[in-house]
């Protein structure tokens, strides 16, 4: 079932949550919504499922308009942040809830539930209660109860949020895999850009209310469409400079600079894996410190007359060779972004 | 090694845990012992006589009955107060749940005297039911209005507590696997209210029973008809008739005993399923 939202808007208060947000999920994607914190993601995803109400703006579901129907009509299963599972039910009961309340007989019942706990690998589980489960657990029982009634589109809040980052990964994977096999449309919200770009079909970067850009992870990476994307997404550099015959000089560093005329001022992007080091005795840029994170080096330098850079490297890169803190290096700029000064 | 040092000049923790003991004999663990004792003393024919006498079997009816309308009512009031003050966002919703809690700092007393006010013989409301026969103070709807008063809060708080520390997703997530507003609170938000509504009903039982000041000044501590065990218990001291001063304590300290061991069961049991 395929999602449209059309120029959503929510306020609290004084506080946009929402500004006129219009986004599509085909049918059968999985999509994420990512951004930070606060920027009205769940928001959006609380509206599709109708459990927020939007000022304005309108949520169409499989075609049909959806804005005067109720949650229990629109055929959603929503996982939340915090699992929400119901405490004092068995995980066999939390995951038959959604057909108890439908009238589903009880051996059509007892069937589905037996098939969701072995899908989410869950069989003996069936007589614990929610805490006596682990973190990973919860969140599998609380994908069967919102799977069981077979909903036409998954919506999940933050669903890794809640457990550490080996079990999210794994879960990350697995949650994929179901998607794959099921016949349904899923959005999930994130802060985690790996996970976002890993997992899903078509990301949606939202950030103070606001749609920032939305399309493949592959795009979203290279070609960042604002500033706010370029900075966003991975982890950058920035300079304002002027550009001077296609170039533009970061200190005595030049990036070449396309689509703007001699004299305009722009900021530049440069994100740290888009850079090679070399040493050069009388380079323009001193190198501070190295970190090693694991299969990674992070070198933190600074260009003379124009302030801190920092590039990261495979651990065992030839770019890293002679490379040492105190020593003059040389910058090749391999890919920057520019954008009109604003 | 600073940190022995100055632990060495800090009194030792049993000071600490005399002062508490000696402050609980004084004014609980004597009280009790005095009952104990001077019923012992008393003798059992004679407070069997002392509970078993009409009157004192009266106010013991009276203060049991009370208490049952009062744990019936009030969680009916709970329930919905905690729906409309933990579920419902209005103006004036915090000020309400202060509200909730004045009870617990009035006076008894001063309460009993504004609902004379109101229902007394030249109150606002008294003349008007007279009309209809109905007399509110010095008969038995005033005890019943004195001990709800006295005991609003109780439920309800507890209500209100548990259900703002659980908060709505619960509720949210069987909205969404097609629950209707009705199955919602049946099998989700009831469920979650068990713990509170038990620990409440414990709590207003044990304070209906407990109440004097509000049931003497509205209900008149009438003999053969508004007295209630505390009230009973307070003439039968000015009369010198320590059978039924003495057995009704004991039979009131029982109850509050067990009920509050009762409480402390349910509260364990609810932090558990947590």
């Known amino acids: ?342 | 090694m600073p940190d022995l040092a100055a632990s060495s000049k800090r009194p030792p923790p049993w000071a600490l845990r005399i002062l508490v003991l000696t402050y609980l004999t004084i004014f609980l663990f004597a009280p009790l012992l005095a009952l104990g004792v001077e019923s012992f003393r008393e003798g059992a024919l004679s407070l069997w006589q002392g509970i078993t006498e009409p009157e004192s079997l009266l106010a013991l009816r009276n203060s049991f009955l009370l208490a049952a309308i009062a744990v019936v009512l009030n969680v009916l009031f709970g329930i919905a107060a905690g729906l409309v003050i933990a579920r419902q966002r209005f103006w004036g919703r915090a000020l309400l749940d202060g509200l909730i809690e004045v009870p617990l700092a009035l006076s008894p007393v001063m309460v009993g005297l504004a609902f004379i006010l109101i229902f007394g013989r030249t109150g606002w409301l008294g003349p008007w039911l007279s009309q209809f026969g109905v007399r509110v103070i010095f008969s038995f709807p005033g005890l019943i209005i004195a001990t709800l008063f006295v005991t609003v809060p109780f439920t309800a708080r507890e209500v209100i507590h548990v259900l703002s520390e659980i908060g709505e997703e619960e509720e949210m997530a069987a909205t969404t696997l097609g629950a209707s507003r009705w199955q919602t609170f049946w099998h989700v938000t009831l469920p979650n209210m068990r713990g509170a509504l038990s620990c409440g009903i414990s709590l207003t039982a044990a304070r209906a029973l407990g109440e004097f000041g509000a049931v003497l000044i509205m209900g008149g501590a009438i003999t053969g008809s508004t007295h209630t065990a505390t009230t009973w218990i307070f003439t039968a001291v000015d009369e010198r008739n320590n059978g039924a001063a003495l057995g009704l304590s004991l039979v009131l300290g029982l109850c509050s005993v067990a009920l509050l061991l009762l409480v402390e069961k349910l509260r364990a049991r609810a932090h558990e399923r947590r």
């Open chain 1, 1 to 342: 079932m395929g999602i449209v939202v059309e120029h959503l808007c929510k306020r609290f208060g004084d506080f946009v949550a929402v500004d006129d947000v219009s986004l599509r999920v085909e049918r059968g994607q999985l999509a994420a919504m990512l951004g930070p914190s606060g920027g009205g993601k769940s928001t959006i995803l609380r509206m599709i499922a109708g459990l927020e109400k939007a000022d304005s703006g309108t949520v169409e579901l499989g075609g049909a308009r959806v804005d005067h129907m109720h949650t229990r009509d629109r055929q959603v299963g929503f996982v939340f942040q915090h699992y929400a599972l119901f405490r004092h039910m068995t995980v066999e009961k939390n995951v038959g809830f959604g057909l108890s309340v439908r009238k589903v007989p009880e051996d059509e019942k007892r069937a589905r539930v037996n098939e969701m706990l072995k899908l989410m690998n869950l069989t003996g589980f069936e007589k614990r209660y929610p805490d006596q489960l682990s973190g990973g657990q919860r969140q599998r029982v609380a994908l069967a109860r919102a799977l069981a009634p077979r909903p036409r589109l998954l919506l999940l809040d933050e669903p890794f949020g809640a457990v550490d980052a080996k079990v999210r990964e794994e879960l990350g994977r697995w949650l994929r895999n179901l998607h794959d096999e099921l016949d349904v449309t899923s959005i999930f919200v994130t802060h985690d850009q790996e996970e976002a770009f890993s997992l899903a079909d078509k990301v949606m970067v939202i950030a103070k209310g606001r749609l920032e850009q939305s399309g493949q992870p592959v795009d979203i990476l290279d070609q960042p469409a604002t500033e706010f994307m370029a900075r966003f997404v991975g982890d950058a550099n920035v300079f304002d400079s002027v550009v001077r015959d296609g170039v533009a000089l970061v200190g005595r560093v030049a990036v070449p600079v396309r689509g703007f005329e001699d004299g305009s001022a722009v900021r530049l992007v440069i994100r740290s894996y888009d850079l090679k080091f070399f040493k050069q005795e009388d380079g323009p840029a001193i190198v501070h410190r190295m970190l090693y994170l694991g299969d990674r080096v992070k070198v933190d330098a600074s260009i003379e007359g124009a302030g801190p850079i920092f590039a990261q490297f495979p651990r065992r890169s030839s770019l890293l060779r002679g490379i040492e803190p105190g020593c003059r290096i040389g910058i090749e700029v391999t890919l920057a972004r520019a954008f009109a000064k604003p």
